[in-house]
């Protein structure tokens, strides 16, 4: 299985990690993947990023969205570092 988690409730299950151990591997596994994610998304020129902090609402948020440009590009994302 390739999924996150799936081998570290294995190994739990199997008895070869503790419940601590693995839950904080899976932890540790997920930010890694997230961290690789943003690092393709930052490199990807088709990527139009928003920083949320200049709305004063999702409404306008999504509305900058719908009103997007989609012909000059058709990818857009919101940074993840922004939505706290």
């Known amino acids: 299985m390739q999924s996150y ?3 570290e ?3 739990y299950l ?3 990690l ?10 540790q596994r997920t930010r ?3 961290k690789r994610q943003l690092t393709w998304f ?14 004063d ?7 900058k969205i719908l009103t997007s440009n989609y012909e000059e590009s058709c990818d857009l994302a919101v940074g993840e570092d922004r939505l706290s």
């Open 14 to 16: 199997d008895q070869r």
């Open 42 to 55: 930052r490199k990807d020129s088709r990527v139009n990023w928003l920083d949320v902090s200049e709305f």
């Open 18 to 27: 503790d419940f601590v151990q693995a839950v904080s591997q899976i932890k």
């Open 9 to 11: 409730i294995i190994d």
């Open 32 to 34: 890694n993947y997230a």
């Open 57 to 63: 609402s999702v409404d306008q948020v999504i509305e």
């Open 5 to 7: 988690g799936y081998k």
